[in-house]
């Protein structure tokens, strides 16, 4: 390549401007200056400084060198099989093509070059695409991104690579246009003149024209315009002035005129879809003309290139691999391309990002990936030869011979399947529609579950396969009475879905020890309860000992089994057993957070901004809820059945034994109050019962509690009153039996069991129990079926005298500990046990 030398000092300008003759150079410094006119000075190097040389190029010369040396690195690279490095120098090759195509178009040779270099990186890119195998996973990663821009970038002109592939000789022909509008080069031994032109108008006069990114990114290199024609009074003077370094205005104009003018036609031929499709990128889903497996595959990567643009709409991904598994069946290209498209949607449809629930679009993405997932199964099903990998390789794999590979996880998707519609329950409001039909895709989800154990059979999986099913399962049958799961999901009469729901615990019993196992324990004990099989829920309990170790597991784990618990005592307290209901449901209520350990929602005022949206991804749908109401209406009936008999027989005691301290408190409020009003919620007719059971009321007390509306919410409503009344009538009989018994002598069982409407023989069962533990000071007379009461308890004045002095002797006690304190000197006589 040519290039021209100078030295910015008075000899070497002389000999630039070597076309003037000897005369002209004299007169160049005698010619007087014109008025008016500044006559401009030439750019002179300093005395003390070295020549500087400048090389002067044209803008040809410069993009020319800059593709050639980018073409030598990508061959330097692909030598030593560096895939990264040929990557990133083929983006930078498109890159310096592109900024200078303009000026480059006229030169046949520079086409011909760059289509070789194209051809020759699809050369090394198929060779090392057979041998992937051997790269590392910086190199395997490159080639799949080298391979993707290649395709992306030839794509238009395939027939040109085509043609040049068949005939690397010929030469096409020009453009006259073109060759019109394109700037000579300057000649490298024609002198170098400067041509004196107009300069350009101010922006402000014309501010609709600019100039093009090309000339704009040239405006600063150092080139020297060329004419030949000069001017007579300027021409032969040495003025390198700003002139000589910028582009021409004219020139400049002409080219983004030109320039506008092409893109102007090439939009009025496009139709406005094909606009539109430009401005979207790739168009997923094309028409493929003579489809073949291959190009299917392009047509999917193509596609998924998409992902992760701001700019496209989301379902067009979606969209777009829909209508590409569409034609490959219109094809026949085989079930395994179909089935590959088919797991290629899924994962688009879970990858759409997360939006109002209430949406056309939820609703559509859900009814997408239920639909699709099935499919996904059912093919898998028929096709049994259809090989399936469950993991990903550096680099992927698409055809290797005539076989197509297909990369899923059925389970995997079949759990995110299951997260879905749980986060869909979670975010909808209860009371609409579209709650009540995601509700009933739970049958749907059922047959999907059904597909998948076939499947894994039929794969003969590992038991692990089978435990996260099973724990699917489970989480969508423990809250569900069995009548309920009959009718719904097993309506053969030989399947019992007690038997079913045990048989996958027990699998999971013997399959899995860490946290499938602590969740399944606790969907069976939540199962049974409500089934109301306190048996088989107390010998599951006391084998497994969950609750020794549910402290070491997440949150979502410890939820369930408060729930667990809280079915557990409403189950106790349906058989009887209000002791075990009262302890069952002291820790959850205990503490005035009933609906947070129930996850069924939180005190927004104990929780900050940041706090609060943690807690919202643990609150469960509005269907999973258990009534709290329902748990504090059970808690405090066995706490006052508890509670009151204890108080009577502690009446007169200082230091009392509180067993709950909740029940204590709505006492004392309802005591403070000084007009008390008939009951509104449980919690006030559970109270108001037991003032009425303290005065041995035993029936005003029934109808309070037996008022109660909750008890509408068991099935067992009848039988479960029925056990309250009988509670009561005996609790209500042992609390008068220690209030006012002194009141009497002795006192005839059939006295007590007329006054309680208890049989005869409870009365006496109930008696000797007190007498028994020495809680009633009594004896039985059998001839007469009496009780006679023995009065060596102290009388009621005797009893308030004893508490007296004992509160005096605390007081006293204070008052010498503080005297001592603070060393105060106390006289003799007024000392403890002086007089």
């Not at 370094?245 to 506008?260: E, P």
């Not at 992902?307 to 490959?328: C, F, H, M, N, Y």
């Not at 820790?587 to 609906?595: A, T």
């Amino acid at each position: 390549m040519s290039e021209v030398r100078f030295d910015y000092n008075i000899e070497m300008a002389n000999l630039i401007w070597s076309n003037s003759s000897d005369d002209s150079d004299k007169e160049i410094y005698e010619k007087p200056e014109k008025p008016g006119i500044k006559k401009s000075r030439p750019m002179l190097a300093l005395d003390n400084e070295e020549t500087q040389k400048v090389v002067v190029r044209n803008v040809k010369e410069k993009r020319t060198k800059e593709l050639d040396d980018t073409i030598k690195l990508i061959n330097n690279s692909a030598r030593i099989r560096d895939v990264s490095k040929v990557c990133d120098l083929f983006a930078n090759l498109i890159q310096v093509f592109e900024k200078g195509k303009f000026n480059l178009k006229t030169d046949m040779s520079i086409g011909k070059s760059y289509f070789k270099t194209l051809l020759d990186i699809k050369t090394f890119i198929n060779e090392q695409w057979e041998s992937r195998s051997r790269l590392n996973r910086t190199n395997a990663r490159a080639l799949n991104t080298l391979k993707q821009r290649w395709n992306k970038y030839t794509k238009d002109f395939q027939a040109e690579l085509e043609a040049y592939k068949e005939n690397p000789n010929r030469t096409p022909e020009p453009d006259i246009d073109e060759l019109e509008e394109a700037r000579e080069p300057t000649p490298v031994d024609s002198p170098v003149t400067v041509q004196e032109e107009p300069l350009p108008p101010p922006a402000s006069d014309k501010p609709d024209e600019k100039d093009d990114s090309e000339w704009s990114d040239e405006t600063d290199s150092s080139d020297v315009t060329t004419s030949s024609d000069t001017d007579s009074d300027i021409g032969s003077e040495i003025r390198l002035t700003a002139r000589h370094f910028l582009k021409s205005y004219t020139q400049a104009k002409k080219a983004s005129q030109i320039s506008r003018k092409r893109t102007t036609e090439a939009k009025e031929k496009k139709p406005k879809e094909e606009l539109d499709d430009d401005k979207k990128g790739p168009k997923a889903g094309e028409t493929l003309e003579e489809l073949t497996i291959q190009r299917v595959l392009n047509e999917e990567d193509k596609i998924l290139s998409l992902r992760g643009r701001t700019s496209e709409r989301p379902t067009q991904l979606v969209d777009g691999l829909i209508k590409l598994q569409a034609k490959s069946r219109e094809a026949k290209l085989g079930d395994a391309l179909a089935l590959r498209l088919c797991f290629r949607i899924i994962s688009a449809i879970f990858d759409l990002k997360p939006g109002p629930i209430n949406t056309t679009g939820q609703s559509r993405k859900w009814e997408l990936s239920l639909k699709y997932v099935r499919e996904m199964l059912d093919q898998l099903l028929q096709h049994p030869e259809i090989k399936l990998y469950s993991t990903y390789t550096d680099s992927e794999i698409e055809t290797v011979g005539e076989e197509v590979l297909v990369i899923g996880d059925p389970l995997m998707w079949v759990e995110r399947l299951n997260d879905q519609l749980f986060n869909l329950l979670q975010n909808t409001d209860h009371n609409s529609i579209l709650y009540i039909d995601r509700l009933r895709d739970d049958v749907t989800l059922f047959v999907i579950f059904n597909l998948l154990e076939d499947f894994l059979k039929s794969i003969s999986a590992t038991p692990d396969s089978f435990v996260r099913l099973a724990v699917m399962r489970l989480e969508h049958h423990y809250y569900k009475p069995s009548a309920l799961l009959k009718a719904t999901y097993y309506k053969d009469e030989t399947l019992n879905p007690d038997e079913i729901v045990l048989k996958m615990g027990e699998y999971v019993f013997e399959n899995d020890s860490k946290e499938m196992y602590v969740k399944s324990v606790i969907f069976l004990v939540y199962y049974l309860a409500i089934n109301d099989d306190w048996i088989q829920v107390q010998h599951i309990m006391l084998t497994h000992r969950v609750q020794d170790i549910v402290q070491q597991y997440s949150k979502q784990v410890q939820i369930l089994y408060n729930r667990a618990l809280a079915q557990l005592g409403i189950c106790a307290f349906r058989h009887g057993h209000l002791d075990i209901a009262h302890d069952t449901l002291l820790d959850l209520i205990s503490n005035s957070r009933l609906k947070e350990h129930l996850a069924q929602g939180f005190n927004p005022r104990s929780l900050d901004s940041e706090q609060e949206p943690v807690a919202m991804k643990f609150i469960l749908p509005y269907h999973l809820h258990i009534s709290v109401e329902l748990i504090e209406c059970v808690y405090m009936c066995a706490a006052m059945i508890k509670e009151v008999p204890y108080m009577a027989s502690k009446e007169l005691e200082t230091k009392k034994r509180l067993i709950s301290r909740l029940f204590h408190n709505q006492l004392k409020n309802r005591e403070k109050q000084l007009i008390v009003g008939p009951p509104d919620s449980s919690r006030d007719y559970v109270i108001a019962a037991a003032y009425k059971m303290r005065e041995g009321n035993w029936k005003q007390c029934c109808n309070l509690v037996l008022n109660v509306r909750v008890w509408s919410l068991f099935k067992q409503e009848k039988q479960v009153k029925e056990m309250l009344e009988i509670r009561i009538k005996e609790t209500t009989l042992e609390t008068y039996l220690y209030g006012f018994s002194q009141a009497y002598s002795s006192i005839s069982l059939s006295s007590l069991a007329d006054k309680f409407e208890l049989p005869e023989s409870t009365v006496c069962k109930i008696v000797s129990q007190l007498i028994s533990s020495h809680k009633l000071q009594a004896s039985l007379d059998e001839p007469s079926r009496s009780i006679i009461i023995h009065s060596t308890q102290a009388n009621r004045l005797q009893q308030l005298s004893i508490r007296l002095s004992e509160k005096l002797d605390l007081l006293t006690s204070a008052n010498q500990d503080m005297a001592k304190f603070k060393q105060i000197n106390i006289p003799q006589e007024y000392q403890r046990g002086r007089h």
